[in-house]
């Protein structure tokens, strides 16, 4: 069974369509799909589209909001998705290799490790390296993650999204608080 949980939020109506455009793109590659709303507008058309809508009163940022999915996640695979992506080619179920943490290519940026917005992640791996540190709210826990998870990891190149990047983080006032996240990243490798 493959999850995809989408953490979102929605403070307008610019936010809710780019994350409906996401679910969309993957609804019919997966079995389960998980929105977690993190404290801004409750969304009726967002939650007819998901199997489980968690809506959260207040917002806990972006790592909080990832690991809730994540935790309630059903699937033996699960992938963590930006609601300010899209697929552009390929099936994600490509993603669910066994005992290896996974990312597709991001048609419009380099990253050659885990690309925080999209990895998939078996529960297997999962149970054993455990989700998003979140003492870190927006910033750097993907990072943290990506070294955790270092010697399981594996780019699937079949598989291509589109990153349109950071739609909501400036738009819910984490821009300019990666300092705080880094402090707290910096910490942990001390």
């Known amino acids: 069974m493959f999850t995809i949980v989408v953490p979102t939020y929605t403070a307008n109506e610019e936010l809710e369509e780019m994350a409906l455009r996401c679910i969309k793109s993957y609804r019919k590659f997966c079995d389960e799909i998980i929105v977690c709303e993190d404290g801004m507008k409750f969304s009726p058309k967002l939650m007819a589209m998901a199997d489980t809508y968690i ?12 690991n809730r999915g994540w935790k309630f996640a ?23 290799i066994e005992g290896k943490v996974t990312s597709p290519i ?26 998003l540190i979140e003492g870190m709210k927006t910033y750097y826990s993907d990072t943290e993650y990506d070294l955790r998870v270092k010697t399981y990891f594996q780019k699937v190149p079949s598989v291509v999204i589109h990153h349109l990047g950071a739609q ?23």
């Not at 809506?55 to 990832?66: D, L």
């Not at 059903?74 to 669910?96: A, E, H, K, M, N």
């Open 74 to 96: 059903q699937g033996d695979y699960v992938g963590i998705v930006s609601s300010d992506t899209y697929l552009v080619s390929g099936d994600p179920r490509d993603l669910c």
């Open 106 to 131: 991001i048609e419009n940026q380099s990253i050659e490790n885990l690309a925080g917005p999209f990895w998939v992640s078996p529960k297997t791996v999962t149970k054993d390296l455990g989700y």
């Open 55 to 66: 809506y959260n009163w207040h917002n806990k940022g972006f790592t909080t909001n990832v």
């Open 168 to 190: 909501s983080v400036t738009v819910s006032g984490q821009e300019g608080k990666m300092e705080q996240d880094k402090e707290v990243y910096d910490s942990l490798s001390k």
